[in-house]
């Protein structure tokens, strides 16, 4: 694998020797280091060396911070995918002059986190389009911990009076523009855990099993965004059923290539189309056609057919349903079930729309 992928950027951060906040258990800075590792790593992920920023403990400052996000924002170009990773404390002050969502960077002083910790704002315009222009960027968030298996409310908080995690707006905040995916290793109310004698947290030992190519399909030299997520989802609760991984997107028309499936070694990145397949499963047209067929109640019998769990299909808000099971069936790569599916379910005229819509190969590769 020559080329690796060139288009790869990072900026990995892991904090565990926090210099005046509670420490962190030493699994935290491994997880970043491996991340940073596998990353550039030529039998894996294939990103330039260069191009992966890694900051540790006393490295990772609030200045240094700031400037490795703005040196993130200047270098990316807008067909780069670009990875944002911080294993560390996240906190949230409730109330006071303080109040808000944090990242906590090493020298963050707790009693004035305002001026010396990342707000959430701060961080939201570092991240946003109109600062990094890629169109493919993913935040990887592990930023609350328990260091144990027992009552998941025993995370450790930052210092006193602030509370570990970040509030779901910030998720939301972080994913607004074009090909923005956000990935927390747990809710809001939840913690992320660390099981005894492992090496890395739980979320990030999974996101490097699914890196390192268990997330990728058996014919794909590339590991895409959503089966990254559907695995780590997966594995994470299989593990610990307090712990629920978090994802979050906004406009994610391609389930784009997040590394290389172990150094590429099917095909050379540049041979595959970085946005999809070169042909929908399903034309646009056909799937505006669908979205409004479907609003009589026909999506819940199709969501069922597919195991959409109950409490996704719970969030769709009423009358958007049929859009929101279609995009949920692209990002689970699915779509090309979808006339096979509706043939067994005799809905035919629902089938003669995709038959009367083909799809054309695309012209944006």
Request: aromatic share 8%; net charge negative.
């Amino acid at each position: 694998m020559a080329e690796g992928f060139a288009s790869g950027r990072a900026l990995v951060i892991g904090i565990a020797n926090y210099q005046n906040v509670k420490k962190l258990p030493a699994a935290v800075r491994k997880d970043a280091e491996k991340i940073a590792e596998l990353l550039q790593s030529a039998a894996y992920g294939g990103y330039p060396p260069g191009q992966v920023k890694l900051l540790l403990d006393e490295q990772a400052t609030a200045a240094r911070i700031r400037h490795e996000l703005q040196e993130l924002g200047q270098n990316a170009k807008p067909g780069d995918t670009v990875v944002f990773f911080f294993s560390g404390h996240g906190g949230r002050k409730p109330n006071g002059p303080d109040a808000g969502n944090y990242l906590i960077p090493y020298d963050c002083n707790p009693s004035n986190l305002r001026n010396s910790a990342i707000e959430s704002a701060e961080l939201t315009n570092f991240l946003s389009a109109s600062v990094i222009k890629s169109q493919r960027l993913v935040v990887l968030l592990d930023a609350c911990f328990s260091a144990g298996t027992g009552d998941p409310k025993e995370g450790i908080e930052p210092a006193d009076g602030i509370k570990a995690g970040l509030g779901s707006d910030v998720y939301d905040a972080l994913r607004t523009g074009t090909g923005r995916v956000v990935m927390a290793s747990s809710r809001e109310d939840e913690v992320s855990f660390v099981l005894p004698g492992a090496e890395h947290s739980l979320f990030t030992q999974h996101l490097l099993e699914a890196l390192r190519g268990k997330a990728a399909l058996p014919s794909e030299s590339v590991v895409r965004v959503f089966p990254v997520f559907r695995y780590v989802a997966d594995t994470v609760q299989a593990a610990n059923p307090n712990q629920h991984p978090n994802f979050k997107a906004n406009n994610l028309e391609d389930d784009y290539p997040l590394a290389l499936n172990q150094g590429g070694k099917t095909a050379t990145f540049s041979s595959l189309a970085a946005t999809g397949s070169q042909t929908d499963p399903v034309s646009g047209p056909a799937k505006a056609e669908l979205a409004r067929r479907l609003l009589d109640g026909r999506w819940d019998r199709l969501a069922q057919y597919f195991d959409v769990p109950p409490e996704t299909r719970a969030r769709w808000t009423q009358g958007t349903e049929p859009s929101k099971l279609l995009d949920w069936l692209n990002l689970n790569r699915r779509l090309g079930d979808l006339r096979k599916s509706l043939v067994l379910l005799g809905e035919n005229d629902l089938v003669q729309v995709i038959d009367q819509n083909p799809t054309f190969p695309r012209q944006d590769l």
